[in-house]
C-alpha cells in the first residue's frame, strides 16, 4: 500500500485534498500528476470528469488503473510526455503534493502546461515551509523528517508563499486563485517543545503572516508572452492589501475609541469623579442664576 493512500471526507474543508476538488468544475478533463492509488481521481470521476493519471510507483498505479481513461507509468523527471500524451489535451493538470518532490519543479510545470487546453489551469498543493511549527522547531535546534506531513522525508523543495510565486512565474505561469489549509503552530506533525521556548515566543509566532498557513492551494494558468496578466493580478493584489491596511486601520481607531471610552468609564467610577460631581453641579447652578439676571 502508498504511504499517500487516503480517504476523502468531502464534508471537511480544511484539507487539501478538497480544496483542490473545489478548482477543478465539474465535467472537466484531469490529468492528476502523481494520481497514488487513485483517491482523488475517484472522487473527481465521481464529478463527472474524465481523469488521466501520471504515477511513478507501479503497485499504486495499479490501484487507480479503473478509475482513469489514461494511465502512465513512469517517471516524471525523465518522462517524454509529448509521446506518453499524444495529442491529449486537458482542462486541468493536478498537482497534489508533488512539486516538493521533484529535483527541478519548474521544468516539470513548464512541460506539463503544454499538456493544457486553451483556457486551462494547473492546480497545486505544496506544503509552508514557513509554517510556526518549523519555525519554533528551527529555534530549538530541531529538523527532523517524518514519513509524511510538513517534512516528509522524500521532500526536496521548500517553498513559502513568496518561493511558490516566484517558482510560479520562472515556470510561465500565473497564480489567479491561492488558497490555504490552516493549522495551530502546536498542532501539527512537527515535535516543539514548548517548555523550553521563552515566554511569549509561542504567540509571536502565531502572529507572523502564514505562520499557521499548513498548505498553500494555487490555481495558476499560463502567462501571456507580454506579462499582461501577470501584471492585472499584481495590480489586484495591491489593492487587496491596500484595502486590508485600511480595514486594519479602521479597526485599530476603532479599538482606540472603544479602549478610551472604556477608561473614562473607569474614571467616571471612582470615588474621586463622584466626589466633584456635587460642587460641579453646584457652581453649574450658581452660573445659572448669574446669567438670568
Known sequence: MSQYDT???????????????SLVPRGSTVLDVGCATGYLAEALVARGCVVS????D???AEKARPHLDHLVVGDLVTMDLAHEFGDRRYDVIVCADILEHLPDPVDALRRLVTLLRPGGSVVISIPNV?????????LQGRWRYTETGLLDRTHIRFVTRTTLL???AEAGVVAVEVRTTWRDVLDSDVYVDTADLPAGVVDWVRQQPDSGTYQFIVRAVPDDGEGALRRAVDE???????????????ERAAAE?????ESLRRIQATRSWRLLRAPR???????GRGGSR
Do not use: F, K
Open 130 to 138: 514557513a509554517h510556526g511549527s518549523l519555525r519554533l522547531a528551527l
Open 257 to 261: 475609541r472603544a479602549e478610551a471610552q
Open 236 to 250: 489586484r493584489d495591491a489593492l487587496r492589501a491596500e484595502l486590508e491596511h485600511a480595514r486594519h486601520d479602521v
Open 58 to 60: 507501479a503497485d499504486a
Open 166 to 168: 516566484e517558482l510560479l
Open 53 to 56: 493519471g501520471i504515477e511513478y
Open 281 to 287: 453641579a453646584l457652581y453649574g447652578r450658581v452660573l
Open 7 to 21: 480517504t476523502l471526507d468531502p464534508t471537511v474543508s480544511n484539507t487539501s485534498h478538497n480544496q483542490v476538488m
